[in-house]
């Protein structure tokens, strides 16, 4: 894997078909991330982006393909980055990719790719994917996913929905949860969040581990306070006859939205691994 | 609602009074204007297929067309030079303030288009200018008496959505300064001297709306929708919340599915209910629907 991003620049080809790697490529920190991604940069800095180079290659009328490559720190925040906007599963580019209309993400190990050609032609898709190939092939190892993940019961879990994150910001990817931060969601508290489709009703389940049980519980307690109506059982239907449900269970909350009924969620719940 | 001093906030609250007693309402020097149903906030929709051409380029003939039908229906004028003498004096300093995003741009057919019928009503040209990044050190903003906000509507990874009230955060000098809390406090910007006050007229292009959010630069040509539309309204906050009923709708129908905008766009009903910039319900706005009507969504 190579140790510095400026080495992605360094190992890459010269010349893919009719294109040519421009020079020189550009380096963002996160002090100035923002100057480059016009609106965007805050998503990268909530999952703790260290450092991204940009670099493009061009043909003979000045057409360009652009590649990003963040380093995220680490594989968590590679994959929670990467997985924000996922919409469907795809394993051919890193440890997962996302392709659409001209667009390849993918993430490796502590990296999270873009490959950006828009408008999107057959002969740049082909490029694109060489380039992704040449970009995977070059990072070496593969990291690990967040442990959290592995705690969403995997039985009627839709695979493309599992998100991972440790800012509050995140929390509504879905379903609306709150405009606050209710469960006191932050960058030492990771989050898991899955969507399940189980006899044609939809829920959600998100987790979120604290440093310990003291947190915890004052999040649930919160949460309770705040929208279950200090229901002791942490159990609660919704206006529109769905069911919330809150489970604390020493460093970790679980969630349950939008579920069916009361039973629905106590089995989820009694599906989460310790 | 607290009355502020903007103008176009002034004219939405005359509108309204001279509605309710039934009387014309004049302003000082210029033309008739505008009977508003009582209370509300007009918004005015104009939609054309025609205005996209087969690559999906704005035809600028047809966007002038709709941003004169947008701007009689706004001001109830029967002409459209005789509708923007209701909203500039010939002796204002006009900043246009456009969205300059390179992948969906406020276009220059919108830009000229307001620029045209601005130095029809007698501003001189080197009193206008168009900008976005560069307004605080563009010497026609710094000297501006009237400003006109026209930019498009999409989908923002940190916002929620990117539309009319946000397009304001050129007017900071750190705009990251505004980010916490998922730029809840964007309204803000709108109450600082360099803006307050002074805007004539909000132009919310839906030419091809950004409904979802895709890859680092937060754009992929899969998630806009032609939806062959522009809004305006004097009040940013109704025609960013009717903007915004739109792109939820979209998202509906799109991913058949409820599928939040997340972060949620809470700065618009913030701006409402903190910073009362305006109306964010749909029970106070007056909806003009002119043109095409199919697959509206509102």
């Known amino acids: 894997m190579p140790e510095n991003i400026n080495e992605f620049y360094q190992n890459l080809p010269d010349t893919i078909a009719v294109w040519k790697k421009a020079d020189p490529p550009s380096f963002y920190t996160p002090a100035n991330l923002s100057t480059y991604i016009d609106g965007g940069a805050e998503l990268f800095i909530s999952y703790n982006f260290k450092n991204a180079l940009s670099m493009k290659y061009t043909d003979s009328a000045d057409n360009e393909i652009v590649v990003d490559i963040f380093d995220m720190g680490s594989a968590p925040d590679a994959f929670g980055v990467f997985a924000h906007s996922r919409e469907t599963i795809d394993d051919r580019f890193g440890q997962g990719s996302e392709y659409a209309a001209g667009l390849l993400t993918f993430w490796k190990d502590r990296y999270y790719v873009s490959i950006l050609a828009y408008p999107e032609t057959a002969e740049k898709r082909e490029v694109v994917f060489k380039l992704g190939q040449a970009i995977a092939g070059g990072i070496k190892s593969e990291g690990a996913l967040p442990p959290i993940i592995a705690l969403l019961p995997a039985e009627n879990l839709l695979p493309e929905t599992v998100r991972y994150f440790h800012h509050d910001i995140w929390l509504n990817s879905f379903y609306f949860v709150s405009n606050e931060n209710v469960l006191n969601i932050g960058n030492d508290t990771p989050t898991a969040l899955g969507k399940y489709r189980q006899d044609g009703a939809t829920f959600f389940l998100l987790l979120v581990r604290y440093p310990d049980a003291a947190r915890a519980e004052a999040a649930g307690r919160q949460f309770r306070q705040k929208l279950l109506d200090g229901a002791a059982d942490g159990m609660r239907p919704t206006k529109e006859g769905r069911w919330t449900g809150l489970q604390c269970r020493d460093d970790l909350v679980s969630v349950v939205f939008n579920a069916p009924d009361a039973p629905t969620v106590r089995a989820l719940f009694a599906k989460i691994q310790k | ?298």
């Not at chain 2, 004219?11 to 020097?29: D, E, N, P, V, Y």
């Not at chain 2, 109704?238 to 599915?257: H, K, P, S, W």
């Not at chain 2, 972060?263 to 701006?271: F, G, R, T």
Request: charged share 25%.
């Open chain 2, 1 to 298: 609602m607290k009355p502020r001093k903007s103008i176009s906030r002034r004219q939405f609250i005359k509108s309204a009074s001279a509605a309710a007693i039934g009387t014309t309402l004049l302003r000082s020097g210029q033309e008739t204007a505008v009977p508003v149903k009582i209370g509300k906030s007009r918004v005015v929709l104009v939609r054309d297929l025609n205005v996209l051409d087969e690559n999906g380029n704005p035809q600028y003939a047809v966007v002038e067309e709709m941003l004169d039908s947008g701007i009689k229906a706004l001001t109830g004028m029967p002409d459209p030079q005789s509708a923007w003498k209701t909203i500039i004096k010939p002796d204002d300093i006009v900043g246009i303030k456009n969205n300059r995003w390179p992948y969906l741009r406020t276009t220059a057919e919108v830009e000229n288009s307001i620029k045209k019928r601005t130095i029809e009503v007698g501003v001189k040209e080197a009193n206008i200018s168009v900008d976005d990044l560069g307004v605080l050190q563009n010497p026609v903003f710094q000297k501006a008496t009237a400003l006109i906000n026209a930019r498009p509507m999409r989908s923002h990874h940190w916002s929620g959505v990117g539309s009319l009230i946000k397009n304001y955060i050129m007017f900071i000098p750190e705009p990251d300064s505004i980010h916490p809390d998922s730029c809840a406090d964007l309204a803000s910007i709108w109450d600082l001297p360099v803006v307050k006050g002074k805007t004539r007229l909000n132009v919310l292009v839906m030419f091809t709306p950004q409904f979802h959010s895709f890859g680092p630069h937060s754009f992929n040509p899969k998630y806009v929708w032609k939806y062959f539309g522009l809004m305006l309204g004097f009040d940013p906050v109704a025609v960013d919340a009717t903007g915004l009923r739109i792109i939820e709708a979209i998202r509906r129908e799109y991913f058949a599915e409820e599928r939040p905008l997340n972060p949620p766009a809470k700065h618009i009903a913030i701006a409402d209910s903190k910073y009362h910039l305006g109306t964010a319900d749909p029970q106070k706005i007056e909806l003009v629907k002119i043109g095409y009507d199919k697959e509206s969504f509102v």
